[in-house]
């Protein structure tokens, strides 16, 4: 199942492994985004074929067709639950689904420009969205409302993370009391993967920002290893390893090949990446 190809001289190898299983029916194009419920029962995609589903994860059997988005859904995901689901589109809609019914519960509108990524607060009472527009934004997910914008960036905004930050960091203070509509915010740092080459840190709650990292090119995609260690990758194939607690400098620079890096994704005591080769 797998082929080792290795070069002793130059002290280097790549293991390449067999899929466990593939699905070719669920989509009839490019997959641009996918996620699986915290259960491990159900997959969610979206597709440059204009569609999201929801199928299940253990044989690709499609089980619901999720439909309302205009032109092209960018990026979907599960709540904790799993029984939720969601989505962004170049419509500048954010949306929640039911995944039992496949109705839209909710439809957030105020971005002016299409949504890239998205990220849970805590259980999902609140969500955060990032949009070509520059503007990162905090919904209310009880009562469908924008609870304000977190960051304007002046650039487009490509991945979002949220994440519990490191104690000895210090997040700033919000200039006006937070809404009590704002449910988990507080002690957390949103990352913000921008077109500009700059990663940016903002306290979530504050809306200050806590530090700004400039990369070798457009960031395309963000994430937390723990509350000190983040990761992000550029579209010139880098992956940048920090430190929050000091961005000057990078802990590492991972280059396996000059393809832009699309994702990254926690696993175990590592990360997986997924890049456009």
Same mark, same amino acid.
């Given at each position: 199942?797998?082929?080792?190809?290795?070069?002793?001289?130059?002290?280097?190898?790549?293991?390449?492994?067999?899929?466990?299983?593939?699905? &070719?029916?669920?989509?009839?194009?490019?997959?641009?985004?996918?996620?699986?419920?915290?259960?491990?029962?159900?997959?969610?995609?979206?597709?440059?074929?204009?569609?999201?589903?929801?199928?299940?994860?253990?044989?690709?059997?499609?089980?619901?067709?999720?439909?309302?988005?205009?032109?092209?859904?960018?990026?979907?995901?599960?709540?904790?639950s799993g029984l939720v689901v969601l989505s962004g589109g170049m419509d500048a809609?954010?949306?929640?689904?039911?995944?039992?019914?496949?109705?839209?519960?909710?439809?957030?509108?105020?971005?002016?420009?299409?949504?890239?990524?998205?990220?849970?607060?805590?259980?999902?009472?609140?969500?955060?969205?990032?949009?070509?527009?520059?503007?990162?934004?905090?919904? $209310?997910?009880?009562?469908?409302?924008?609870?304000?914008?977190?960051?304007?960036?002046?650039?487009?905004?490509?991945?979002?993370?949220?994440?519990?930050?490191?104690?000895?960091?210090?997040?700033?203070?919000?200039?006006?009391?937070?809404?009590?509509?704002?449910?988990?915010?507080?002690?957390?740092?949103?990352?913000?993967?921008r077109e500009d080459k700059k990663l940016q840190g903002v306290g979530l709650q &504050?809306?200050?920002?806590?530090?700004?990292?400039?990369? &070798?090119?457009?960031?395309?995609?963000?994430?937390?290893?723990? &509350?000190?260690?983040?990761?992000?990758?550029?579209?010139?194939?880098?992956?940048?390893?920090? $430190?929050?607690?000091?961005?000057?400098?990078?802990?590492?620079?991972?280059?396996?090949?000059?393809?832009?890096?699309?994702?990254?994704?926690?696993?175990?005591?590592?990360?997986?990446?997924?890049?456009?080769?």
């Amino acid at each position: 199942k797998s082929i080792l190809v290795s070069c002793p001289h130059e002290n280097v190898s790549t293991k390449f492994l067999a899929p466990h299983a593939t699905f &070719s029916r669920i989509h009839q194009k490019s997959i641009t985004c996918l996620d699986i419920s915290s259960g491990g029962g159900l997959g969610v995609s979206t597709s440059t074929d204009g569609t999201m589903k929801i199928w299940q994860a253990a044989n690709g059997e499609i089980r619901r067709l999720l439909e309302g988005h205009v032109y092209d859904v960018n990026c979907c995901r599960f709540f904790p639950s799993g029984l939720v689901v969601l989505s962004g589109g170049m419509d500048a809609q954010l949306k929640i689904w039911s995944a039992e019914d496949a109705s839209c519960v909710v439809t957030f509108k105020g971005h002016k420009g299409g949504i890239l990524d998205t990220a849970i607060v805590d259980r999902g009472r609140n969500v955060l969205s990032c949009s070509r527009d520059g503007t990162a934004r905090l919904w $209310d997910c009880g009562k469908s409302a924008c609870l304000g914008v977190i960051a304007d960036c002046g650039s487009p905004v490509n991945g979002i993370a949220a994440g519990t930050a490191d104690n000895s960091l210090n997040l700033g203070t919000p200039e006006k009391a937070p809404s009590e509509r704002e449910v988990g915010t507080e002690g957390k740092i949103l990352l913000l993967a921008r077109e500009d080459k700059k990663l940016q840190g903002v306290g979530l709650q &504050s809306r200050q920002p806590v530090f700004l990292f400039v990369g &070798s090119d457009a960031f395309n995609c963000c994430t937390f290893l723990s &509350s000190t260690y983040i990761l992000a990758g550029t579209q010139d194939g880098n992956i940048y390893q920090l $430190d929050v607690r000091n961005t000057n400098a990078p802990v590492q620079v991972i280059h396996r090949s000059g393809a832009p890096v699309l994702s990254l994704l926690p696993y175990r005591d590592g990360f997986v990446a997924s890049q456009g080769n």
